[in-house]
């Protein structure tokens, strides 16, 4: 049973356009989520999170919107570049900020953002 | 400065040999997290280590996987009795302390069981 859901195993979007990438989500415990950007051959790279308490977090050119209700998050990425060409991992966890816990993060499947020239 | 790293960064074994595999964090990170990704899968959690806390074994697949850390330092990942089904890259994280912080990941080991 997923409970991490990142329904487009790929996605193109031409350069200086938007790129909007989704992830779902079904476990009502997660009260953290983060967005990872991954190249061939290389570990994950933390990019942006945001946490229950909030609905929007921007830093630079990225955005992560969550809308509890429907259990949903996206990443926009504007304007999109030929370097965020990878593949970006929805991630998310369940402990609140009480500190300690011992969960690790669950993880998407990906998706393979292609930014066309 | 130096991020964390594993070894060895691919690893081609027989079925029913073991592997340890070696992960370095980030020196001062007292979290250390296993993740193990499948081919056409996402990540999956392994086991999580927090400073002298007993381990967050919850991950771990089968009583053929077990991990240890020394101290806030170096961490083994050991595979016995491999099985092809155990052919995936093994990326290693760190982060400072609690789960709410920023994981930092190695570039992973690819372990192929033929």
């Known amino acids: 049973d997923q409970q991490v859901k990142q329904n487009s195993p790929s996605l193109s979007v031409q350069e200086g356009r938007i790129s909007i990438l989704n992830c779902d989500y079904t476990?009502?415990?997660?009260?953290?989520f983060l967005w990872y950007k991954k190249y061939p051959a290389e570990g994950p790279t933390f990019l942006i999170s945001i946490s229950s308490i909030k609905d929007k977090n921007e830093d630079g050119r990225f955005t992560v919107f969550l809308n509890k209700s429907a259990k949903h998050l996206s990443l926009h990425i504007v304007p999109s570049q030929p370097g965020d060409s990878a593949v970006y991992f929805c991630a998310a966890t369940g402990r609140r900020y009480s500190g300690g816990g011992a969960d690790g993060l669950t993880f998407g499947k990906g998706t393979h953002l292609i930014i066309q020239p | 400065g130096a991020g964390v790293s594993q070894s060895p960064s691919n690893k081609v074994t027989e079925k029913g040999k073991d592997v340890e595999l070696r992960c370095d964090p980030i020196?001062?990170?007292?979290?250390l997290y296993w993740y193990r990704q499948r081919l056409g899968q996402g990540l999956e959690f392994l086991i999580y280590f927090q400073g002298n806390s007993a381990p967050d074994k919850s991950g771990l697949p089968s009583d053929r996987f077990s991990a240890e850390r020394t101290g806030e330092s170096v961490s083994t990942l050991t595979i016995q009795r491999t099985q092809q089904e155990d052919s995936a890259v093994y990326l290693c994280a760190s982060s400072l302390s609690t789960i709410q912080e920023t994981q930092y990941f190695g570039p992973g080991t690819r372990l192929l069981v033929l």
């Open positions: 020196s001062g990170h007292t979290a």
């Open positions: 476990n009502s415990m997660f009260d953290y």
